[in-house]
């Protein structure tokens, strides 16, 4: 048996195995892949993932949550580290220039109950500033200088609806085009600022003037330019780039 030759006819048996399994193992993959890609999406029209990549992405979000508390700080910079050329990405909800003569937040803390903010009236509580270093997605990352209040000492300031049933921050470009859903918990995070300078000086055009969001807990993507709109919700807000299948969290 151990020294039984190799037949020609044993070659080719073993051959054609080989190609069978190779087949079977391709025929495997092509099938999972036609199945999941012919799930429905995760929001029903054209726009968003299948199903259960979006479930993927849930699991994922459950575990990152669990690390986010007050006591997980975003690591911080003296101030000499932070760029002088501060980097620009993204400009959706940015087009034209933003006259802050007209420019207002509308602050929405119930339905009917919308409190119309000037800048003056953001920044006379009282100023907080951080140098963290900043991560896109795309994978750039870089240590920059924001100031602003304390989104906690705004919602403080303001009565804002931070307890349950609402579970999420919405933030939108004046004219809705950006959006993002914060989850409370990461807003009410200390280091989470509603922003209006950058590098000591009110926020360039390009940089969300008058007023963005920044939020060292989480991806670029979350840091809103130019607030338009926020307001509270029991459900997940709308989400720019969760709806083109990102993972909501977005958490670091
Ligand atoms: N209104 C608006 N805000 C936005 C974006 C955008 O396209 N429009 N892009 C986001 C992304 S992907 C990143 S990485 C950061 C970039 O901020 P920066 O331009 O200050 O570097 O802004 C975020 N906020
Ligand atoms: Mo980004």
Redesign the pocket.
């Known amino acids: 048996m151990i020294n039984e030759p190799i037949t020609e006819q044993k070659i080719r048996r073993r051959t054609l195995i080989s190609f069978a399994v190779f087949g079977i193992m391709i025929a495997i993959g092509i099938g999972a892949w036609y199945w999941l890609y012919h799930q429905p999406l995760d929001n029903g029209n054209d726009t968003g993932i299948q199903k259960p990549l979006r479930n993927v992405l849930n699991a994922n979000e459950k575990i990152f949550e669990k690390t986010i508390s007050n006591n997980h700080l975003a690591k911080t910079y003296p101030v000499e580290k932070a760029a002088k050329n501060?980097?620009?990405?993204?400009?959706?909800?940015?087009q034209g220039t933003l006259d802050t003569t007209n420019w207002r937040l509308h602050l929405v803390r119930a339905p009917g109950d919308t409190l119309i903010l000037t800048l003056a009236d953001i920044q006379k509580l009282p100023k907080t500033e951080i140098v963290f270093d900043?991560?896109?997605?795309?994978g750039?990352d870089?240590v920059?200088h924001w100031g602003g209040v304390r989104f906690s000492d705004f919602a403080a300031y303001y009565q804002l609806p931070v307890d349950s049933p609402n579970q999420y921050a919405a933030f939108v470009?004046p004219d809705e085009?950006?959006y993002?859903g914060i989850d409370l918990p990461s807003a009410m995070h200390p280091q989470t600022l509603i922003c209006y300078e950058?590098n000591g000086k009110p926020l360039p055009q390009?940089?969300?003037y008058p007023l963005?969001?920044i939020i060292p807990t989480k991806?670029?993507?979350?840091?809103?330019?130019?607030i338009g709109t926020l307001y509270f919700s029991a459900q997940r807000p709308p989400d720019?780039?969760a709806e083109r299948g990102y993972d909501y969290f977005a958490g670091l």
């Open positions: 501060v980097r620009v990405n993204g400009n959706v909800g940015m900043f991560k896109c997605v795309e750039w870089q920059t470009t085009k950006y993002v950058m390009n940089q969300g963005r969001l991806y670029g993507i979350k840091s809103l330019k130019r720019y780039w």
